[in-house]
């Protein structure tokens, strides 16, 4: 096996990039760039006020997330002229509020640096499939749900206690999407609950008074706690998750996938991203499914729309200092729910990968119920004991399904 596969060429790339660049290509990149910008954009920032981070500490994390995140996808889709789209771990950026809290922002970016390193292992070992066999990707979504419920329940409470700004941008995330398909459902709920927000008197701040703050390397502080709590979670999550969803949509599209280089890629990124204080950047899932899509255009074009993609993504993470402080704008609980809306795609498909394939039932569901519980174990935090406890039931309980997904990867 080659570390890295072989790919047409950055010079064949970009001499074919003006022939495919046209209006299906840049509609698909630019749509998921509004998908990429808006929802998960708010996770981050939520997952960075939960943690207690500073205005500056935050714009320095969105920076690295989409800046290192977009860079990654563009040149990765340039050199193999397949549409991988570079992003960042959704389901990793809510799983930071709670994990980060009570550390500082250098022992933050001692564990992302982490995450990336042990992803940029494994890529060059190639053991990612020996390590999956012992972690199987049912208990890790599990954990993620888990985790990430308080996203979904956080609609509800929030709703509940400011149902006037809330509850209009809820009924607009239903509502308007339905109305027209090309309306994201989040960008709906924004727009509709800032406006009532605006109306009510309840949108603090002037945007002509906010100052550019630059991104800034950080210097990272390892803590052996964080990287237990943080570092091995976002690290199978980067990998089991993001990654597989990616490569998966890439080969049902009938691309030739570089999986191997798509996971050492994510591993650079992780260290790179993580000395600018953020969490993996990696290739994204989302992403990928949107600009490999039909609706991008001919098959061995749709490599330009993860390259506009890349591009806008970067530019949005120069700016986020913009952004970030509009969110800072609007009242609490609309960026509460905002973030819920945003995970609710996510917080389904986490459910479904953790117990639809009737595999690992019992420590998935362990491994939730650990999630959910938000535990903090020796100042571990739940995410880690989520993963160790649902491996544990299931080696006790489920022993016949690690041989059958054993007997099942030698088959393949």
Known sequence: MKLLEKG????????DLPKYLGGSTIGAGVVSTIFGCTGPCLVTIAAANAA?????????????????????????????????SGA????????????????????????????????????????????????????????????????????????????VVCGAAVLAFLILPRVSKKIPGVL??????????VAMGRFSGDMGEIAWIGPRIVAPKFNGSLILSC????????MGAENAQAMGVLKTEGYSVPANTMTIASGIGGI????????????????????ASSDAGPKEGRYVASVV????????????VYAISFVSFVPTSLVSVLAGLAMINVLISALKSAFSTGRFRIGAFFAFCTGLSGISILNIGCAFWALVIGVVVS???ESGDFKAAKAEAAAE
């Open 309 to 320: 993609n890349g591009i806008t993504f970067a530019l949005f993470g120069v700016f986020a």
């Open 395 to 397: 080696l006790i309980c």
């Open 272 to 291: 790179v991203s993580g000395l600018f204080g953020a969490h993996n950047a990696n290739i994204a899932g989302p992403m990928t499914a949107i600009c």
């Open 188 to 197: 709906a709920a924004l727009v509709v609950g800032v406006v009532v927000a």
């Open 52 to 84: 207690g981070f500073t205005l500056a500490d935050t714009v320095t994390w969105v920076f690295g997330i989409y800046v290192f995140g977009g860079l990654l996808g563009a040149i990765l889709a340039l050199y193999y002229k397949v549409p991988i």
């Open 88 to 163: 960042f771990s959704i389901p990793g950026a809510t799983l930071m509020g709670a994990a980060l809290a009570g550390y500082t922002f250098n022992e933050a970016a001692g564990a992302f640096v982490i995450a990336g390193v042990i992803v940029l292992i494994i890529g060059f070992t190639g053991l990612i499939g020996k390590i999956m066999k012992f972690l199987p990707l049912e208990i890790v979504m599990a954990m993620v749900a888990g985790a990430m419920m308080k996203f979904g329940s956080g609609i509800i409470t929030n709703t509940v206690a400011d149902y």
């Open 231 to 238: 570092s091995i979670p976002l690290a199978a999550l980067v």
């Open 8 to 15: 047409p060429g950055f010079k064949s790339g970009l001499s």
